[in-house]
């Protein structure tokens, strides 16, 4: 594989920290700031919802520059975002920063992964892309513990500040080894790009997406309370226990990829019912702490098994030109299914049954994914396949 995948990591290891490392910060900002925790939460669903609308609209009014250059700008303005976190007097001027910050996270990676996809043979694409995306998964495995750690020990100003140097790392390894486009992107009609993604087969695949990652995030938002109040560990297992499930995340990362490259419709229903399977049985292993913590690196790995089948699907239904606007929207896709997941899951808990059986509620979302997957590939239907993605010039 070449350096340039390596570049694009490192971006992504800085936009993973960012996204998930305010949840362990929550405690400090809000008693800084002087607002409630619920408050402090929003700081999560403001960046989710900067991502959702960015990841369209940047990568529609870049659509007409260099990929290299769009990278860069990208981590840019990520770099700014983050500093302004840092700097930030108020409540108020930390949630627009996170928003400001929030925009790049769709289009990065969307864009990223058109640009991982042309650095290599037709056969590594989807390995190309998981290994873009090992970046989030260390992000999640190791910068969001220490940035937790960071902003506990130094200030959560701190955790904003080793961000913001680590974009600028990124920014100086990009420009280094990712290669210049040797012509101009061609000149991209976006209303010919919306109406690619509103093509069926691709509004099919991000239907897939946003409920197969709803049903991951109705658990891992609240997998504390799972493992104490159900598994009985104490509070200060909880973060070994995390590492399991990043191990195991970084595993099912690299794992999707290689199988999506070998068949891409076995890879997208085979993970789907891996992680049905798990969450329909982790409910049942949570009362004794070994299978708990078995099936927590279990959740991990089938979770993020599905991250690179999913992409590769949506790329491969969003021909030509709009392939880089799909690749974004299927990215907000995953985090709208970050946000419906976590959202189902706190009803479960208010509401009934209860917290005991939010992952049995949670694996209706990646069954339901499964049917969408296999409506869009009944007979009569050209078979998903790997796509030919333009490849970088």
């Known amino acids: 594989m070449p350096l340039a995948l390596y570049a694009l990591t490192?971006?992504?290891?800085?936009?993973?920290?960012?996204?998930?490392?305010?949840?362990?910060?929550?405690?400090?900002?809000?008693?800084?700031?002087?607002v409630t925790i619920a408050a402090a939460g929003l700081l999560i669903s403001g960046y989710a919802l900067g991502v959702t609308v960015g990841a369209p609209v940047l990568t529609v009014l870049t659509a007409r520059w260099p990929r290299k250059r769009v990278l860069i700008g990208l981590m840019v303005i990520f770099v700014v975002g983050n500093a302004a976190c840092a700097l930030a007097p108020t409540y108020g001027w930390l949630m627009a920063a996170r928003v400001l910050t929030a925009l790049t996270h769709g289009t990065f990676f969307g864009v990223g992964a058109v640009v991982a996809t042309g650095l290599v043979?037709?056969?590594?694409?989807?390995?190309?892309i998981a290994i873009m995306f090992t970046g989030l998964t260390v992000a999640t495995?190791?910068?969001?513990?220490?940035?937790?750690?960071?902003?506990?020990?130094?200030?959560?100003?701190?955790?904003?500040?080793?961000?913001?140097?680590?974009?600028?790392?990124?920014?100086?390894?990009?420009?280094?080894?990712?290669?210049?486009?040797?012509?101009?992107?061609?000149?991209?009609?976006?209303?010919?790009?919306l109406r690619a993604i509103g093509r069926r087969p691709v509004l099919l695949g991000l239907l897939t997406t946003v409920f197969g990652y709803a049903g991951v995030f109705a658990v891992f938002t609240y997998i504390a309370p799972l493992l104490t109040e159900i598994g009985g560990f104490d509070d200060g297992a909880v973060s070994p226990i995390l590492l399991v499930f990043g191990g195991g995340l970084f595993a099912g990362n690299l794992l999707g990829g290689r199988l999506a490259d070998r068949g891409l419709v076995p890879s997208i229903l085979g993970t789907l019912a891996a992680l049905t399977l798990v969450l329909g049985l982790m409910t049942f292993t949570l009362g004794n702490q070994v299978t708990a913590v078995v099936f927590t690196g279990f959740?991990?790995?089938?979770?993020?098994?599905t991250v690179a089948p999913l992409q590769m699907w949506?790329?491969?239904?969003?021909?030509?030109?709009?392939?880089?606007?799909?690749?974004?929207?299927?990215?907000?896709?995953?985090?709208?299914?970050?946000?419906?997941?976590a959202w189902t899951g706190g009803v479960v808990i208010d509401h009934g049954p209860g917290l005991a059986l939010v992952p049995v509620v949670?694996?209706?979302?990646p069954l339901l994914a499964i049917a969408i997957a296999l409506i869009a590939v009944r007979p009569g239907r050209r078979p998903l396949s790997t796509p030919a993605c333009n490849p970088i010039h």
Not at 12 to 31: C, N, Q, W, Y
Not at 299 to 305: I, R, V
Not at 318 to 324: P, R
Request: net charge negative.
């Open 314 to 341: 949506v790329l491969s239904k969003a021909e030509g030109a709009g392939q880089s606007l799909a690749s974004s929207f299927n990215i907000g896709a995953f985090n709208l299914g970050n946000a419906v997941g």
């Open 362 to 365: 949670a694996a209706l979302f």
């Open 10 to 34: 490192v971006g992504a290891f800085g936009v993973g920290v960012t996204e998930f490392v305010i949840m362990g910060l929550l405690l400090e900002v809000s008693r800084e700031l002087n």
């Open 121 to 128: 043979s037709e056969d590594k694409r989807a390995s190309a």
């Open 141 to 193: 495995v190791l910068g969001v513990p220490f940035g937790t750690w960071l902003g506990q020990h130094f200030g959560w100003r701190a955790t904003f500040w080793a961000v913001t140097g680590v974009g600028l790392v990124a920014i100086v390894v990009m420009a280094w080894l990712v290669p210049e486009d040797r012509t101009r992107p061609q000149a991209s009609d976006w209303r010919a790009d």
């Open 299 to 305: 959740l991990g790995a089938t979770g993020f098994a």
